[in-house]
């Protein structure tokens, strides 16, 4: 038997008193214990604060994406031993993978997510504001790294993916985190991180972790803390006012259970691809790691007419399921991860079966392979079904944290919708259809109930990650019953751990601050051309002011010829009545291609390439005898990441440069602007 042991002020510690005992899902046998009693959370999220955190802010983006990079290599290599302990779990080598390589793909997923922010700890987000006349006072956000630590309560059902899809995000966002998995398995979290301590990849303090049931962790989170929460609503309720939670205005993320649906459309008959598609969903999401997961399938909504063929199909499916010990070939589908769950199921089954009868499934009778079912947590696969979803509302209120499912009818699309409202808010819904109106519907009348809407089909199907799967690009979380928070979901979910600051003051401040170009902010000339410097050594706002041009008709005739181009207002002058031009244009990619001929330095030097067009706008026409010249501004700079064992480009020292083009007439009105970039060789 083992005690496990909490990580925290940079040392395993045990907690006090006996523990919270764990069991093997499969046999009922004691594992061990866990224990968080005696903690001292003042000073554990104080540790994280000073200590963790301030090494973290210093980093940046791409510095804090490669930590995750090699954290997430560094666990792969030792899957192995975490799919040996997640079998007492009850959960099959499939379920296991959504669970450990699942969880590891998300360090993966957020560590790509460098190349998506800055080269700093900070992102400036959006768009300048201009704030006065001259240009001379402006507005910006910008998002640091909150100086508090993440507090992370996570849910039984997924041990390691709990973790580590929360942590990937606060990580790359700079912030330590606290991790307190359930106590009834957090034998298997404790045994990944362990991995993670021993690795010495993190800094110290940057991440600790709370086996025991964790009673007081929040009594200290201060305002710059972050509180997230997964598991039941009723639990989520009670956290989210907390005293400290309230008095500190603490930012608090709840994912909770929900009684998620998936909708057959009207013209998924019996024969359509789209009717099998749905059948094997519904079944894998009731069986899959034994219905326990926050995004299972709950209520099954069907035209009223193919309740009879859906139940008949879904019944054969489930029969052929396999129950017991997942080591033993053949079986497809483990137990609850302990006979206290199981319990709590077959309590709101018992409420549910009291309105809504078992069309498929014998809770009292059924057998197990390899394992004894009166010792392990073992429920085979439950079908309910509710005649009349509209009276008999408990299926919308009651959830059975197992493999239980409830098949409905409905006559219209709108009751569709109505009945998949009737959740009150949940993670995710599948629309099962080919026909685009039916989906178009679904998805504008009921987006408003649900955080993840998932159409499925015949095209969709080969590739979809399936209704039950959140992906870390996309928000995880829903309305409501599902908590009305959002977990993961990209870039999006890094910002929830950066405040968000406008800041004010002249386009040259802003400029320093940012270290990000502000539109009339100092420009400062060199003697040298930037195309002749390296990347260490060009400066935000250093400029070049080009030499000048003037345009002329041989101008157009040949960019047109060039490009084939003949647009009638660059060509004819008769068919001008109308327009908003008083003569032949030239062609706005001339004026950029000419802006290019000017501010290029024809020599070979540290340029590389041309690495693309971030936006252009052309701002005002310029007709022959109009002159034009060019302000190239230095506007961001972006270290790239490089490998010397690779070829080709990725082997090259180097950066991406972000360039100002401010191409002017002869007033000195802005005629074109855009931002071009760069691929410029490194020094070192």
Same mark, same amino acid.
């Given at each position: 038997?083992?005690?496990? !042991?909490?990580?925290?002020?940079?040392?395993?510690?045990?907690?006090?008193?006996?523990?919270?005992?764990?069991?093997?899902?499969?046999?009922?046998?004691?594992?061990?214990?866990?224990?968080?009693?005696?903690?001292?959370?003042?000073?554990?999220?104080?540790?994280?604060?000073?200590?963790?955190?301030?090494?973290?802010?210093?980093?940046?983006?791409?510095?804090?994406?490669?930590?995750?990079?090699?954290?997430?290599?560094?666990?792969?290599?030792?899957?192995?031993?975490?799919?040996?302990?997640? !079998?007492?779990?009850?959960?099959?080598?499939?379920?296991?993978?959504?669970?450990?390589?699942?969880?590891?793909?998300?360090?993966?997923?957020?560590?790509?997510?460098?190349?998506?922010?800055?080269?700093?700890?900070?992102?400036?987000?959006?768009?300048?504001?201009?704030?006065?006349?001259?240009?001379?006072?402006?507005?910006?956000?910008?998002?640091?790294?909150?100086?508090?630590?993440?507090?992370?309560?996570?849910?039984?059902?997924?041990?390691?993916?709990?973790?580590?899809?929360?942590?990937?995000?606060?990580?790359?966002?700079?912030?330590?985190?606290?991790?307190?998995?359930?106590?009834?398995?957090?034998?298997?979290?404790?045994?990944?991180?362990?991995?993670?301590?021993?690795?010495?990849?993190?800094?110290?303090?940057?991440?600790?972790?709370?086996?025991?049931?964790?009673?007081?962790?929040?009594?200290?989170?201060?305002?710059?803390?972050?509180?997230?929460?997964?598991?039941?609503?009723?639990?989520?309720?009670?956290?989210?006012?907390?005293?400290?939670?309230?008095?500190?205005?603490?930012?608090?993320?709840?994912?909770?259970?929900?009684?998620?649906?998936?909708?057959?459309?009207?013209?998924?008959?019996?024969?359509?691809?789209?009717?099998?598609?749905?059948?094997?969903?519904?079944?894998?999401?009731?069986?899959?790691?034994?219905?326990?997961?926050?995004?299972?399938?709950?209520?099954?909504?069907?035209?009223?007419?193919?309740?009879?063929?859906?139940?008949?199909?879904?019944?054969?499916?489930?029969?052929?399921?396999?129950?017991?010990?997942?080591?033993?070939?053949?079986?497809?589908?483990?137990?609850?991860?302990?006979?206290?769950?199981?319990?709590?199921?077959?309590?709101?089954?018992?409420?549910?079966?009291?309105?809504?009868?078992?069309?498929?499934?014998?809770?009292?009778?059924?057998?197990?392979?390899?394992?004894?079912?009166?010792?392990?947590?073992?429920?085979?696969?439950?079908?309910?079904?509710?005649?009349?979803?509209?009276?008999?509302?408990?299926?919308?209120?009651?959830?059975?944290?197992?493999?239980?499912?409830?098949?409905?009818?409905?006559?219209?699309?709108?009751?569709?919708?109505?009945?998949?409202?009737?959740?009150?808010?949940?993670?995710?819904?599948?629309?099962?259809?080919?026909?685009?109106?039916?989906?178009?519907?679904?998805?504008?009348?009921?987006?408003?109930? !649900?955080?993840?809407?998932?159409?499925?089909?015949?095209?969709?199907?080969?590739?979809?990650?399936?209704?039950?799967?959140? +992906?870390?690009?996309?928000?995880?979380?829903?309305?409501?019953?599902?908590?009305?928070?959002?977990?993961?979901?990209? +870039?999006?979910?890094?910002?929830?751990?950066?405040?968000?600051?406008?800041?004010?003051?002249?386009?040259?401040?802003?400029?320093?601050?940012?270290?990000?170009?502000?539109?009339?902010?100092?420009?400062?000339?060199?003697?040298? !051309?930037?195309?002749?410097?390296?990347?260490?050594?060009?400066?935000?706002?250093?400029?070049?002011?080009?030499?000048?041009?003037?345009?002329?008709?041989?101008?157009?005739?040949?960019?047109?010829?060039?490009?084939?181009?003949?647009?009638?207002?660059?060509?004819?002058?008769?068919?001008?009545?109308?327009?908003?031009?008083?003569?032949?244009?030239?062609?706005?990619?001339?004026?950029?291609?000419?802006?290019?001929?000017?501010?290029?330095?024809?020599?070979?030097?540290?340029?590389?390439?041309?690495?693309?067009?971030?936006?252009?706008?052309?701002?005002?026409?310029?007709?022959?005898?109009?002159?034009?010249?060019?302000?190239?501004?230095?506007?961001?700079?972006?270290?790239?990441?490089?490998?010397?064992?690779?070829?080709?480009?990725?082997?090259?020292?180097?950066?991406?440069?972000?360039?100002?083009?401010?191409?002017?007439?002869?007033?000195?009105?802005?005629?074109?602007?855009?931002?071009?970039?760069? +691929?410029?060789?490194?020094?070192?």
């Amino acid at each position: 038997m083992q005690h496990l !042991h909490n990580y925290v002020l940079g040392q395993w510690m045990p907690g006090d008193g006996d523990g919270i005992p764990q069991y093997h899902a499969l046999t009922g046998e004691l594992i061990g214990t866990a224990s968080s009693e005696g903690l001292d959370y003042e000073r554990i999220l104080d540790y994280g604060r000073t200590s963790g955190g301030p090494v973290l802010r210093r980093m940046t983006f791409p510095e804090r994406g490669r930590m995750l990079k090699a954290l997430a290599l560094y666990l792969m290599d030792r899957k192995e031993a975490y799919y040996r302990v997640s !079998h007492q779990t009850g959960a099959t080598r499939a379920d296991s993978w959504v669970d450990i390589e699942g969880g590891i793909g998300n360090l993966f997923a957020y560590s790509s997510l460098r190349r998506r922010f800055p080269n700093e700890p900070y992102y400036v987000e959006g768009e300048t504001i201009r704030l006065s006349k001259e240009n001379t006072f402006i507005g910006h956000h910008i998002l640091v790294p909150k100086q508090g630590v993440a507090v992370h309560i996570n849910a039984f059902n997924f041990p390691i993916w709990g973790m580590l899809e929360k942590v990937a995000v606060n990580l790359l966002a700079g912030v330590p985190a606290v991790v307190k998995p359930s106590e009834q398995t957090s034998y298997l979290t404790e045994a990944m991180f362990r991995d993670i301590i021993i690795s010495g990849i993190l800094p110290e303090g940057a991440l600790q972790l709370v086996v025991g049931a964790g009673r007081g962790i929040l009594d200290s989170v201060q305002s710059q803390d972050v509180v997230t929460f997964t598991g039941s609503a009723e639990t989520g309720r009670k956290l989210r006012t907390h005293p400290a939670i309230v008095q500190h205005s603490v930012p608090f993320t709840m994912e909770a259970d929900s009684l998620n649906a998936a909708i057959l459309g009207a013209d998924a008959v019996p024969g359509t691809p789209e009717f099998d598609i749905f059948i094997k969903e519904c079944r894998r999401e009731m069986v899959t790691k034994a219905g326990q997961k926050c995004t299972a399938i709950r209520r099954i909504i069907v035209p009223e007419s193919l309740l009879e063929d859906v139940q008949k199909a879904l019944s054969k499916e489930l029969a052929k399921n396999v129950l017991g010990d997942p080591s033993v070939e053949g079986v497809r589908m483990g137990a609850l991860i302990n006979r206290q769950q199981l319990e709590r199921v077959q309590e709101n089954l018992a409420l549910l079966t009291a309105e809504t009868p078992a069309v498929f499934g014998n809770w009292d009778n059924f057998e197990v392979v390899g394992a004894d079912r009166n010792k392990g947590a073992f429920l085979p696969p439950v079908l309910l079904l509710n005649d009349r979803p509209f009276v008999k509302i408990r299926s919308h209120e009651t959830e059975c944290f197992g493999p239980v499912s409830t098949l409905m009818p409905y006559k219209t699309l709108d009751e569709a919708i109505h009945l998949a409202n009737l959740g009150k808010g949940s993670l995710v819904s599948t629309i099962c259809t080919q026909d685009p109106a039916v989906m178009r519907e679904y998805v504008l009348e009921a987006a408003a109930f !649900h955080g993840r809407i998932h159409i499925l089909n015949r095209t969709s199907a080969k590739e979809s990650t399936g209704h039950g799967a959140p +992906m870390p690009m996309l928000v995880h979380g829903g309305p409501g019953r599902a908590g009305g928070g959002e977990e993961m979901g990209g +870039m999006r979910g890094v910002l929830h751990y950066l405040q968000r600051t406008a800041i004010q003051g002249h386009p040259t401040d802003i400029t320093a601050v940012t270290n990000q170009y502000q539109t009339g902010g100092a420009q400062t000339e060199t003697p040298v !051309h930037p195309f002749k410097k390296y990347f260490e050594e060009l400066f935000v706002g250093e400029t070049l002011v080009t030499a000048k041009h003037t345009v002329s008709e041989a101008d157009i005739h040949n960019f047109a010829n060039v490009s084939g181009d003949n647009f009638y207002a660059h060509m004819d002058a008769t068919a001008l009545e109308g327009t908003p031009f008083t003569g032949r244009v030239a062609h706005g990619y001339f004026v950029l291609s000419k802006a290019a001929g000017l501010f290029v330095d024809a020599k070979k030097g540290p340029v590389l390439l041309n690495y693309g067009l971030d936006e252009c706008r052309f701002t005002k026409p310029v007709y022959p005898g109009m002159t034009i010249g060019v302000k190239l501004t230095v506007k961001e700079k972006i270290e790239q990441e490089h490998d010397p064992s690779k070829e080709g480009v990725a082997a090259i020292p180097r950066g991406i440069v972000k360039w100002l083009v401010d191409v002017y007439d002869e007033t000195g009105e802005t005629v074109a602007i855009a931002t071009i970039l760069t +691929m410029v060789r490194s020094e070192r």
